[in-house]
């Protein structure tokens, strides 16, 4: 099917005494959660055209195209930010 690599999984469980569970995984383009198909579950997910990727179905992750790589990125430069402000207001340059 030609999946992207490291998006998609595979779960099994085993429990003494029970049958073994297994099912497909894949994790949300836009906040890298776990979730786990379950056909027939009923559950609505959602799937990002800008990403081609599925979503978790979250309405945070539904309402708007932020990929989980940009949203580190940003909090890297924010945090790049504050550190460089600090080295200002101590007065220690580089």
């Not at 099917?1 to 779960?11: I, S």
């Not at 497909?24 to 786990?36: E, G, N, R, S, V």
């Not at 195209?65 to 924010?78: D, H, L, S, T, W």
Request: charged share 20%; net charge positive; aromatic share 8%.
């Amino acid at each position: 099917m030609g999946l992207p690599p490291g998006k998609y999984g595979y779960l099994t469980i085993m429990e003494p005494g029970k049958s073994m569970i297994e099912r497909d995984t894949y994790l949300c383009a836009h906040c890298q959660l776990l979730c786990i198909v379950q056909p027939g579950s009923g559950t609505t997910r959602g799937y990002c055209f800008r990403c081609q990727a599925p979503l978790c179905g979250r309405a945070p992750c539904n309402q708007r195209c932020i990929p989980f790589e940009a949203k580190m990125e940003a909090q890297e430069g924010r945090r790049r930010f504050w550190k460089q402000m600090e080295l200002t207001l101590t007065g220690e340059a580089r």
